[in-house]
């Protein structure tokens, strides 16, 4: 069967084969990771069993004045492992993320926090997604995941801000915001300024966890009550969520008419 539809410089493939390839091997991942961080199979390895704690002992704990400092100045690389270790450890998770916004991408798509460009990379495979906004604040990221779109022939489709600023787009139709929110100074202004870049028919895909875990694995998170309660009164009064079957915490939304 024929899964691979070519078409000018675009590689274009369908949602089964996407999802296949991701669980297969995420996207080539691995490699992916040893070329652009020029390490071997061995170190990469022992780098990504340390992942998740190494990120951890990197924050600076309540010292930290300015939490955007965490991801510009702080994380370098350690941000790639600790994410590549999870989508890897997870894939049954991720992918059904990837299934949920196969329902919903269409169009322009901006992926705010995008990391190491998982669901940007499937939404650019996809023939119904007609440009990607890699949106991240990590340099580190931006350029791994550029690496990795001309690596896989998609790199035509997406382009690469540190802002939404930076993408000089007005309107999106789609928006994907995943285990982001909760790295934010103000997730509540966050999902204000979605909402301004959304017309009646754009969809936006969310997740949070403010949550620091059971033993303060994720320093990192915001969990201040007043910040998550501004966080779901904003939302609960712009958007409204819409219905998908997919039995996973991330939730879609479209804007309060
Ligand atoms: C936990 S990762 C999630 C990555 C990806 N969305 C995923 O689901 O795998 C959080 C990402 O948000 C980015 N980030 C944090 N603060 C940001 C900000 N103010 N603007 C843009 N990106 C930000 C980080 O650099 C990191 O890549």
Same mark, same amino acid.
């Given at each position: 069967?024929?899964?691979?539809?070519?078409?000018?410089?675009?590689?274009?493939?369908?949602?089964?084969?996407?999802?296949?390839?991701?669980?297969?091997?995420?996207?080539?991942?691995?490699?992916?990771?040893?070329?652009?961080?020029?390490?071997?199979?061995?170190?990469?390895?022992?780098?990504?069993?340390?992942?998740?704690?190494?990120?951890?002992?990197? $924050?600076?704990?309540?010292?930290?004045?300015?939490?955007?400092?965490?991801?510009?100045?702080?994380?370098?690389?350690?941000?790639?492992?600790?994410?590549?270790?999870?989508?890897?450890?997870?894939?049954?998770?991720?992918?059904?993320?990837?299934?949920?916004q196969? &329902?919903?991408?269409?169009?322009?798509?901006?992926d705010?926090g995008?990391?190491?460009?998982?669901?940007?990379?499937?939404?650019?495979?996809?023939?119904?997604?007609? $440009?990607?906004?890699?949106?991240?604040?990590?340099?580190?990221?931006?350029?791994?995941?550029?690496?990795?779109?001309?690596?896989?022939?998609?790199?035509?489709?997406?382009?690469?801000?540190?802002?939404?600023?930076d993408?000089?787009?007005?309107?999106?139709?789609?928006?994907?915001?995943?285990?982001?929110?909760?790295?934010?100074?103000?997730?509540?202004?966050?999902?204000?300024?979605?909402?301004?870049?959304?017309?009646?028919?754009?969809?936006?895909?969310?997740?949070?966890?403010?949550?620091?875990?059971?033993?303060?694995?994720?320093?990192?998170?915001?969990?201040?009550?007043?910040?998550?309660? &501004?966080?779901?009164?904003?939302?609960?009064?712009?958007?409204?969520?819409?219905? $998908?079957?997919?039995?996973?915490?991330? &939730?879609?939304?479209?804007?309060?008419k």
């Amino acid at each position: 069967m024929i899964f691979v539809l070519e078409t000018k410089s675009k590689k274009l493939k369908n949602n089964s084969f996407i999802l296949k390839e991701f669980l297969d091997n995420a996207f080539n991942l691995k490699s992916h990771l040893m070329e652009f961080l020029s390490i071997s199979e061995c170190d990469l390895d022992g780098f990504l069993a340390n992942a998740k704690t190494n990120l951890a002992n990197s $924050h600076p704990g309540d010292n930290l004045s300015d939490v955007a400092d965490f991801y510009t100045e702080i994380v370098g690389d350690r941000h790639l492992a600790d994410l590549a270790a999870w989508h890897i450890t997870s894939k049954d998770y991720i992918a059904d993320t990837l299934k949920l916004q196969q &329902r919903f991408s269409r169009d322009l798509v901006l992926d705010f926090g995008g990391g190491i460009g998982t669901h940007a990379l499937a939404n650019a495979m996809s023939s119904r997604v007609e $440009h990607v906004f890699f949106v991240d604040i990590n340099e580190t990221n931006r350029k791994f995941v550029e690496y990795r779109a001309k690596e896989l022939g998609v790199e035509k489709k997406l382009t690469f801000c540190k802002t939404i600023k930076d993408t000089k787009i007005s309107k999106f139709d789609t928006i994907v915001c995943l285990d982001v929110l909760e790295h934010l100074a103000n997730p509540d202004s966050q999902i204000e300024i979605f909402n301004e870049i959304m017309d009646c028919n754009s969809i936006a895909l969310f997740n949070w966890y403010f949550y620091k875990g059971d033993n303060n694995e994720y320093p990192f998170h915001i969990d201040d009550s007043q910040i998550v309660e &501004r966080f779901f009164k904003t939302l609960q009064s712009k958007f409204l969520e819409v219905f $998908h079957p997919i039995l996973i915490t991330t &939730r879609v939304y479209k804007k309060f008419k």
